[in-house]
T-cell receptor, first 116, second 114 residues
Framework: AQTVTQSQPEMSVQEAETVTLSCTYDTSESDYYLFWYKQPPSRQMILVIRQEAYKQQNATENRFSVNFQKAAKSFSLKISDSQLGDAAMYFCAYRSAMEYGNKLVFGAGTILRVKS | DTGVSQNPRHKITKRGQNVTFRCDPISEHNRLYWYRQTLGQGPEFLTYFQNEAQLEKSRLLSDRFSAERPKGSFSTLEIQRTEQGDSAMYLC????????????FGPGTRLTVT
C-alpha cells in the first residue's frame, strides 16, 4: 500500500518570502500522480498543483512550484512571494495511474501560517 | 458549474442513532468519492462510485456504513448505530472520469457523536 508522509506539522513564513513544504511517499509503482491540495480554514479543499511521475520537468503554477525527486520519492512544494491568503492546511496526495487507481492517499498535512 | 455540495454541513447525534449524509457532485462528473477526515489528519478514502456502481470500498468502511448512488447522480452515506469514533468530517469529491486528474471536493459534513 502507498503511504504519504509530511514531516512538518506546522510552518511559518513572512509575507512576500518563500517557503518549502516537504513530502515523501512510498510506492512500488512506477506510474502515478502527485498532488498538493490546499484546505483553508472552514473552506473546501482545492487543488494547488499536480505532477505526473513520468514527467521529469517539475510542475509550476504561478507562485507555486514543486521539486519532484522520483528516485528519492520526494515531492516538495515551494511557495514564492507568500501572501496572507496562502495560510491554510496543505496536503500532499498520491494517486496510482493504474486502471483501478482512483483514490487519493493523503499525508497528515502541514499548517502554513503567513505573518504580515 | 455550482461545485460539489454536501448536506447537512453539520450533524450532531447521540451514540447509537443512524445518520445519513448527502452529496451532490458536479453534474457532468461520473465519479464520486467519499473520504473521512479526523481532526489534524489528512482525508482517508472510504469508497468510490463510477456512475451508480460502487467499485471500491476501504476496509475503513465497516458494516455499519453504507453508501449508495442511485441513478448515478447524488450519493448518500449512511452510518448506522453511530459511535463516538465516527465523529469526523465526511468529505465528498467528484471527477469527470478516469483520465481526469482532479477531484473536486465539497465543503464536507461535520459529524459529532455525543
Amino acid at each position: 500500500a502507498q503511504t504519504v508522509t509530511q514531516s512538518q506539522p506546522e510552518m511559518s513564513v513572512q509575507e512576500a518570502e518563500t517557503v518549502t513544504l516537504s513530502c515523501t511517499y512510498d510506492t512500488s509503482e512506477s506510474d502515478y500522480y502527485l498532488f498538493w491540495y490546499k484546505q483553508p480554514p472552514s473552506r473546501q479543499m482545492i487543488l494547488v498543483i499536480r505532477q505526473e511521475a513520468y514527467k521529469q520537468q517539475n510542475a509550476t503554477e504561478n507562485r507555486f512550484s514543486v521539486n519532484f525527486q522520483k528516485a528519492a520519492k520526494s515531492f516538495s512544494l515551494k511557495i514564492s512571494d507568500s501572501q496572507l491568503g496562502d495560510a491554510a492546511m496543505y496536503f500532499c496526495a498520491y494517486r496510482s495511474a493504474m486502471e483501478y487507481g482512483n483514490k487519493l492517499v493523503f499525508g497528515a498535512g502541514t499548517i502554513l501560517r503567513v505573518k504580515s | 458549474d455550482t461545485g460539489v455540495s454536501q448536506n447537512p454541513r453539520h450533524k450532531i447525534t447521540k451514540r447509537g442513532q443512524n445518520v445519513t449524509f448527502r452529496c451532490d457532485p458536479i453534474s457532468e462528473h461520473n465519479r464520486l468519492y467519499w473520504y473521512r477526515q479526523t481532526l489534524g489528519q489528512g482525508p482517508e478514502f472510504l469508497t468510490y462510485f463510477q456512475n451508480e456502481a460502487q467499485l471500491e470500498k476501504s476496509r475503513l468502511l465497516s458494516d455499519r456504513f453504507s453508501a449508495e448512488r442511485p441513478k448515478g447522480s447524488f450519493s448518500t452515506l449512511e452510518i448506522q448505530r453511530t459511535e463516538q469514533g465516527d465523529s469526523a468530517m465526511y468529505l465528498c469529491a467528484s471527477s469527470r472520469g478516469r483520465l481526469s486528474y482532479e477531484q473536486y471536493f465539497g465543503p464536507g459534513t461535520r459529524l459529532t457523536v455525543t
